[in-house]
């Protein structure tokens, strides 16, 4: 078992509405679903059950919203979501961009988010950019073509100069309609954020590997066209300098956050210099680099020890049990969904701090501790 290291609405009888029994909507030529038999079941016009059912403004008595919501619930009614955006302005979609859903990562991240915007009949269309400019870009068109209401950036920015000047233009566009950006990571827009301070979880484990005696860590980094491989870099180099760490240019490499990169980065920094420990920029890598070392006869924590990033579900149960930096990311998601909802609500939402945790397994020798 892993250690924390401490640094229904209602239900309405409806009254019947006549003597006569309920028209067939077969007979108009309707759906058995249609808004039509919802205003019949609940004796009310086509106008009101239409009110009801798209959310609209226009004043309706409780009682006359529950009973068309009663007989919408008997009759198994769906409204028309493109209908009810005519009348509220709002289309209860939300666009989100991640570079891949594949990745833990994100999933969790995502899955926080939908569990927190759920009950307000909100709906996500999640796109994958796969870190790609152009790709990102065109998802950003299409979610304003489809007017979603809001667009929620859950992976960091890329680097890219027109990258960046197209999407705030795009950005700038969207707002303009109303349309609400949020920011789960580090990223060059601005907008309601949940943020979590990457550069200063990455010092952490720097901290405690070097606390437990290691002097020569290597640090396996992400792709160097994202804001937060930046971000998670200088972390790393300016606690490396703080701590007094034998350290330099030879001591990184790219491992592009995946299990084969990491593996990679691991051994190329094998070839270059002799470290006793390794800390990767996510979980990914240093599963890789662990599966590398183990590959080239070497045990971890034995002989070179290995910490990660993220803590994703499967740093538990890599090679070897993954010390690592646990980031939130359920709570990133709902979060997200908390500041989502209040800025729709056309309130002003804060900037949310979330923080990690160190989570201690078996992929780290302690050398000696420095208290």
Known sequence: MANVYKGTEPRVTLAPVSSKQPVSPAEHGETANSLRHVAQLAGVSVATASRVMSGSTHPVSEDTRQRVLSAADLLSFEPNRLARALVTARSQTVGVIVHDISDPYFGDIVKGLEDGIHAKDYRLFVASSDRDPEKELNYVRAFHAHQVDAIVFAASSLTDPSYAETLETLVARFRARGGVIVVLSDHMLEGPRV???????????????????HRRIGYISGPAELEVTGVRLAGFTAAAAEFG??????????????????????AELMARVEVTAVLAANDLMAIGATRQLLASGLAVPGDVSVAGFDDIPLAEYGPVPLTTMRVPTYLIGQQGAALL????GDGDPKDVLVSGEIIERE???????LE
């Not at 943020?195 to 200063?200: A, P």
């Not at 992929?363 to 501790?369: E, F, I, K, P, T």
């Open 195 to 213: 943020r979590f301070d990457n550069r200063r979880a990455v010092a952490e484990m720097v901290g405690y590997l070097a606390g437990r005696g």
């Open 245 to 266: 760490l034998v350290t330099g240019p030879e001591y990184i490499a790219d491992g592009r956050f995946t299990v084969t990169g990491g593996g990679a980065a691991m």
């Open 341 to 344: 909802l209040e800025a729709l």
């Open 363 to 369: 992929s780290v020798a302690d050398l000696g501790r």
